[in-house]
């Protein structure tokens, strides 16, 4: 399986970080090492001083698909969850700077939790859900999916004009504002609507 992150996909996001407001969606991989067993804290990296949390709706794919077409996409995900795509924010920086690819800020050991997926007919609407993160039990970031610059089936069209997507990847759909560094000992909960979907400890 693959996991695809769509990046700058909320505008105050976006700005908060200093990146143009993508025209069309920008979106990078992480492998299959990057998610966090169950159960597993979240052990924090030795080659980065500033991990950030940046809390992600995630959608799970069910049909094999290639050049799908929008008005058909939403028959390409049935289940949704919440994850974190922590970046090492340092090493990122570093990578932007110079023009390299954010794999190692990006991409590392457990860098992809995920909950468990539950299907989307729970919720009343998809492109209208509230979603949040709490470090300590204090909330960092709230968002909501109808401010994503390209929804689901905008995102999942998109991509699929350059990869198969297969049964079982999963796509994170990009992160609201309010991202900021997490430190050893950390809580970490993850929420749709009000119901916690996913708990971890930083270790
Ligand atoms: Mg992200």
New binding site residues.
């Given amino acids: 399986m693959k996991i695809i ?1 769509i ?1 700058r996909n909320y505008v105050d996001h976006a700005k908060e970080l200093n990146n143009p407001v993508p025209t069309e969606p920008v979106f990078f991989l992480k492998p299959e090492t990057a998610l966090l067993p169950k159960k597993n804290p979240f052990v924090y990296p030795s080659f980065s001083k500033n991990v950030q949390h ?1 809390v ?1 709706i995630v959608i799970m794919i069910n049909r094999l698909g290639k050049h799908i077409e929008e008005k058909f996409a939403h028959k390409y995900y049935n289940e949704i969850g919440i994850g974190v ?1 922590f ?1 090492a924010r340092d090493l990122q920086q570093e990578c932007k700077e110079k023009g390299l690819p954010w794999e190692k800020a990006k991409a590392f050991d457990g860098s992809a939790p995920t909950s468990p997926f539950v299907t989307i007919d729970q919720f009343n609407d998809i492109n209208n859900l509230v979603f949040s993160i709490q470090l300590n039990g204090e909330t960092k970031q709230v968002g909501n999916t109808k401010d994503m610059l390209f929804n689901f089936d905008q995102i999942v069209a998109y991509v699929s004009k350059f990869f198969t997507l297969k049964i079982g990847d999963i796509i ?1 759909t ?2 609201p504002a309010g991202v900021g560094p997490i430190k050893i000992h950390d809580k970490i909960d993850c929420f749709i609507e009000n119901k916690k979907m996913l708990g971890f400890n930083v270790k």
Avoid: A, F, L, P
Wanted: hydrophobic content about 0%; overall charge negative; glycine content about 22%.
């Fill in positions: 992150c990046g940046e992600e795509d970046t994170y990009g992160t």
